[in-house]
């Protein structure tokens, strides 16, 4: 046989970001990996620069970033962070987004509008990413919008599992805040072994961020109703679907999201609410003045280093939900 045999091992590298690094810290302790040390900062003019302190020649490559405000500048340190990775030999690049930006534009509403979320897929795979893993996208179809193999995972059995250690499971409804999320309810619903309700609303296309809720499909009075969404940005929906379910006689009423995002008024408005409990995950930075009573927050760095694992050793992520995710 002609030519040059070699024996070697595959390496693991972890790379972090400046958006959430607590986060890629967790990850690194769980996979018991130390994180690449990185020099990165921002120029004068705001422009950004990004450089590896060590060799990552023929790695296999984990870039941790999740996609908080200011949203457009860690999106732009992570393509940076792709394109000095590809150009430093790395041999396989992953894109680990915790909460993937732009993942509410994924269509056109109406005309003249762009495909932002699949506009960031194909940045990703242009800079030189070869696989993207995330956690709970907005929908699944962005899963199609990257030209590789994606990492779809769920937090619904870290949440669930929390919820239903905390309540009477046999008085337990769940509830969808709206018709898009109803077929993660009905997940929802199939492990707890609890009854659905659906609440109808509608949006005014012209006023981003209202909502008006209609009415309740499903029976909850004298029930713990528990609302599941992917997200809550400014919290009026995951409100006004509380108040709709109180109004209508739950007892009590728990929040749960993967992705607490929490801007503008939603602080005050959760505090404020019907809401007893709200359950979240740490896929996004959450700061001092975003706490309160009722906010409970579960670490996700266990999923994402189980996944990360699974990916390095040519196993199988979906594995890790019972072959649904």
Known sequence: MTGITTTGEKRMVLITGRAHPELAKDVSRELGAELVPTSS?????????VRFEESVRGCDAFVIQSHTAPVNE???????????????????ITVVAPFYGYARQDKKGRGREPISARLVADLFKTAG????????????????????????????????????????????TIVSP???RVRVADLWSD????????????????VPNQVRVHEVVGDVRGRTCVLVDD?????????????????????DVIATATHAVLSGPAVDRLKN??????????????????????????????LLARAIREVFDDGSVTSLFDGQS
Request: aromatic share 6%.
């Open 41 to 49: 900062y921002q120029f004068a003019n705001s422009e950004l620069y």
């Open 74 to 92: 860690w999106i732009m340190e992570q393509l940076i962070m792709v394109d000095a990775l590809k150009r430093a030999s790395a041999k396989r």
């Open 129 to 172: 990413a070869h696989r993207l893993m995330s956690v709970d996208l907005h929908t699944a179809q962005i899963q199609g919008f990257f030209d590789g193999p994606v990492d779809h995972l769920w937090a619904l059995p870290l949440l669930a599992d929390y919820v239903g250690k905390r309540v009477d499971r046999s008085n337990i």
């Open 178 to 180: 709206d018709a898009g």
């Open 191 to 206: 492990r707890l072994g609890a009854p659905l309700a659906i609440i109808h609303k509608r949006r005014d296309p012209n």
């Open 231 to 251: 997200l809550i940005d400014t919290a009026g929906t995951i409100v006004q679907a509380a108040e709709a379910l109180k109004a209508n006689g739950a007892a």
């Open 273 to 302: 609410s019907p809401i007893s409990e709200l359950v979240v995950t740490n896929t996004l930075p959450i700061n001092e003045a975003q706490t309160f009573p009722q906010l409970t927050v579960l670490s996700i760095a266990p």
